[in-house]
């Protein structure tokens, strides 16, 4: 799947405006909170963000500012889903879960060395990323995105217990974030 139907997906998910009052993330439009719209120059109200500008943010900040389009290179459905969950959690989060799956996965460090767990896809996380795949083969995609998808999971049940109104978003976040 291209970045272009990434984003499709995602804004056609998202949907247009909203404001949901137990959603700390305050008004969004096309998924993009209020807070990211400001920070990249949009001033008006969230109801009229254009598109346009949602698709520009989308591919920047959530697609080659954390070089999940590098990750594509070698895992394109595993870049997918740090895609979709840096743009729920954070990128600097999706980036996290993938390093603390790569550590969890090198086998004692026989495969490869530990990364530093700093949510910064960077050369050491995309070397470590070629040689799980170079032992483990096209399989290994595969647990990767299961590894994330867990530690994804974990975090909104966490969410949910640590502040009771998240609840209100925890069955849509499982059916939709996690195994789509």
């Known amino acids: 799947m291209t970045i272009d139907e990434l984003i499709e997906e995602v804004i ?6 909203s404001n949901h009052p137990a959603d700390r993330g305050g008004p969004t439009r096309w998924g993009i909170t209020e807070a990211v719209a400001r920070q990249h120059g949009f001033t008006g109200d969230m109801r009229v963000f254009p598109r346009d500008e949602a ?3 989308y591919r920047r900040i959530y697609w080659l500012r954390p070089c999940f389009a590098e990750v594509a290179k070698h895992a394109p459905a595993l870049a997918a889903e740090l895609f979709d969950t840096g743009i729920n959690m954070g990128p600097a989060v999706a980036g996290r879960f ?4 790569l550590n969890a996965l090198n086998r004692n460090e026989k495969d490869y060395p530990d990364l530093a767990v700093d949510g910064a896809v960077g050369p050491a996380t995309l070397a470590a990323l070629g040689a799980f795949l170079d032992r483990r083969g096209p399989p290994g995609e595969t647990v990767l995105i299961k590894a994330a998808e867990a530690l994804q999971g974990e975090r909104y049940l966490a969410l949910a217990e640590r502040r009771p109104a998240n609840e209100a978003f925890l069955y849509g976040w499982l059916a939709n974030r996690i195994g789509s």
Request: hydrophobic fraction near 45%.
């Open 12 to 17: 056609a998910r998202e949907g247009g405006y």
């Open 55 to 57: 698709v520009a943010i």
């Open 98 to 101: 993938l390093q603390r799956a």
